[in-house]
C-alpha cells in the first residue's frame, strides 16, 4: 500500500465525500494495468496478437491500444527497437484519440517529450500533413526525438524551444494543438511513487500558474476553427476544471466541445469550481476506479476567433548539385524514390514535408525524416531510415528471426556472418521488420546499428 501524503488524502476525501474516496483509495492497493499501444504505421493489432511471447487484450477506449502481462516484457522484444509499438499508460492513449489528428492537419504537440501522444498523433496523420513536436528540456527533447525516429515518424519536426519563441513563428497557424500539461502528477502515484516527494498544495499552485502561461501561447498559435486539447495527469481541479474555467472566462471566443465517453471514462466536474457551470461537464476524468487505468483529465476546445497569422517562408530545398551522392545511394539501395523537399542541416541530410514551413533560428532537433549524412564523395545512411520504410523499400536485407539469437548479437553492436554473396549496406530485419543497417562485405556484416541505442543483455 503506498502512503499517500495526508494533505492529498484530506483533499481528495474532501471532494469526493468518504463514500467515493473509499473506493478511490482502495485502488491503491491493486497492482495497476500496463498497456502498450500498436504502431499502426508498421504493424496490426491482429499480428501482434498472434505472437505467443504476447498476452494481449484490447483497452476498450484507445483503437490501437492493448493491455499486457507484466511478465510479456515488452521492453525487451526486439520489436520494441523495431518501432511496432509504444509502451504507454492506458489511460494516456485517450488523450491523442480525442484530438483526433488527421492526415494532411498542421499539428503541434506543445509539451512533448518523451513522445508517447506525439507518436500516437502521427500515427493517426499517417504520416502525411505537419506535426510540430515540441520539448523546451534538452535532455527530454532527445528522448522525444530518438522515439519519433523508432516509430518511423516522417512528417515531424521536433524542436526544442519555449512556447513563447514558438508563439512568435508560428501564430494562428495550427489546425489542432495539444497541451499535454507539466502537471503534480497525483494521477500517477502508482506508476511513479516518487512523483509524490514532490507534491504539495504549493507544487499544484505552482503547476496550475505555469499551465495558465503555456495555454496563453497555445490559444495564439491556434487558428480559427482550430482545437486545442488540455490534458493533465492530475486530480487537482486547480489544475483541470478550474483551469478550464479561467481559460474559457480569459478567452470568450472559445468553446468546450463534448468529448465521447464510454468504458468508465466520466464527466469532468463543475461542482469543483466557482462559477459550477454545467458546461464545464463536458470535460473527461479518468479514475482507477472506473477504469482500468491511471488518473488524466482531459478538455478539448474549439477557437472562433481568427488570429492574424505570418506568411511562414517554406523550408530551403538542397540544390539538385549537392544531391548526387544521396542519388547514387538511393538507386544502389532503395527500391523506391523518395519524395518530398530535400533539405540540409549542416552536412546532414533530411526529407521535410512539401509544405513544411522555414524555421528560421528555431531549435531544431529532428526535420521530418533524416536520411544520412553527406560526408565526402559518398553519402551513409541514417539509422531513421531505415526504420521509416518497410523492409520492401530495401534491395538488400538480412532477414533474422525472434527465434534464433543473432538479433540480440546485433543489437549489441557485433559483426554478423554472411552466408549470401552481398555487398554494400543491408537493412536487417527481424522477422521482417527493420531494425538497422549494416554494411556487407568479404562475408562479414559490420554493425551500424546505432552505438547510443546498443545494450547488453537483452535477452
Ligand atoms: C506530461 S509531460 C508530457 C508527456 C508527453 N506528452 C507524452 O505523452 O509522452 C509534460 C512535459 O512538459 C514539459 N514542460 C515543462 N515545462 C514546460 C513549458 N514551460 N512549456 C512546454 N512544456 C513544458 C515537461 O518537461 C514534460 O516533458
Redesign the pocket.
Known amino acids: 500500500m503506498l502512503s499517500l501524503p495526508e494533505a492529498f488524502r484530506t483533499k481528495i476525501t474532501t471532494m469526493m465525500g468518504a463514500e467515493e474516496a473509499a473506493l478511490f483509495f482502495e485502488t491503491y492497493q491493486q497492482n495497476r494495468a500496463v498497456g502498450l499501444r500498436v504502431n499502426p504505421l508498421k504493424v496490426t493489432g491482429e499480428q501482434l496478437m498472434e505472437r505467443p511471447e504476447f498476452h494481449l487484450q484490447p483497452i476498450p477506449f484507445c483503437q490501437t491500444g492493448y493491455y499486457y502481462e507484466e511478465h510479456d516484457l515488452p521492453g525487451k522484444h526486439p520489436f520494441h527497437q523495431a518501432g511496432l509499438y509504444y509502451i504507454?499508460e492506458p489511460s494516456?492513449m485517450f488523450?491523442?484519440e480525442t484530438l483526433g489528428a488527421e492526415p494532411g492537419d498542421h499539428v503541434l504537440?506543445?509539451?512533448?517529450?518523451?513522445?508517447?501522444?506525439?507518436t500516437?498523433i502521427a500515427a493517426s496523420m499517417q504520416n502525411s500533413g505537419l506535426l510540430i513536436s515540441?520539448?523546451?528540456?534538452p535532455k527530454?527533447a532527445k528522448a522525444?526525438s530518438e522515439?519519433i525516429e523508432r516509430m518511423g515518424i516522417t512528417n515531424t519536426v521536433v524542436t526544442n524551444e519555449?512556447?513563447e519563441r514558438l508563439a512568435h513563428y508560428f501564430p494562428g497557424y495550427f489546425d489542432k494543438i495539444?497541451?499535454?500539461?507539466?502537471?503534480s502528477?497525483e494521477g500517477m502515484f502508482r506508476k511513479d511513487p516518487d512523483a509524490m516527494q514532490y507534491w504539495s498544495p504549493d507544487h499544484v499552485a505552482d503547476c496550475a500558474r505555469?499551465q495558465a502561461?503555456?495555454l496563453d501561447?497555445a490559444y495564439l498559435m491556434l487558428r480559427s476553427g482550430g482545437v486545442l486539447v488540455y490534458?493533465?495527469?492530475t486530480f487537482s481541479p486547480e489544475e483541470d476544471e478550474q483551469m478550464i474555467e479561467q481559460l474559457l472566462e480569459k478567452y470568450p471566443d472559445l468553446e468546450l466541445l463534448p468529448i465521447e465517453k464510454s468504458f468508465g471514462v466520466a464527466d469532468g466536474r463543475p461542482q469543483w469550481t466557482r462559477s459550477k457551470q454545467d458546461e464545464l461537464s463536458k470535460t473527461a476524468r479518468l479514475w482507477p476506479h472506473h477504469l482500468q487505468g491511471e488518473g488524466h483529465f482531459v478538455a478539448k476546445l474549439l477557437k472562433k476567433s481568427e488570429t492574424e497569422s505570418r506568411r511562414n517562408k517554406t523550408a530551403v530545398s538542397a540544390k539538385p548539385s549537392e544531391l548526387s551522392d544521396f542519388q547514387q545511394f538511393e538507386k544502389a539501395v532503395l527500391a523506391k524514390k523518395l519524395d518530398g523537399i530535400f533539405h540540409f542541416s549542416g552536412n546532414q541530410l533530411f526529407l521535410l514535408p512539401f509544405d513544411c514551413p522555414d524555421f528560421g533560428k528555431l531549435k531544431v532537433i529532428r526535420f521530418g525524416l533524416h536520411l544520412g549524412e553527406q560526408k565526402k564523395n559518398r553519402f551513409e545512411p541514417n539509422h531513421a531510415l531505415a526504420l521509416a520504410l518497410p523492409s520492401s523499400a530495401f534491395q538488400q536485407q538480412l532477414a533474422l528471426h525472434y527465434t534464433e539469437n543473432q538479433w540480440d548479437s546485433y543489437l549489441r553492436g557485433e559483426t554478423l556472418p554472411l552466408t549470401d554473396n552481398i555487398k554494400g549496406w543491408t537493412v536487417v530485419t527481424i522477422d521482417g521488420f527493420p531494425l538497422g543497417w549494416g554494411k556487407a562485405a568479404g562475408g562479414i556484416l559490420k554493425n551500424f546499428y546505432p552505438k547510443g541505442l546498443r545494450r547488453r543483455g537483452l535477452k
Open positions: 504507454q494516456a488523450v491523442a504537440d506543445l509539451c512533448a517529450a518523451p513522445g508517447g501522444k506525439s500516437q515540441n520539448e523546451p528540456y527530454r522525444l522515439n519555449t512556447p495539444l497541451v499535454d500539461a507539466p502537471c502528477g505555469l502561461q503555456i501561447q490534458s493533465t495527469c
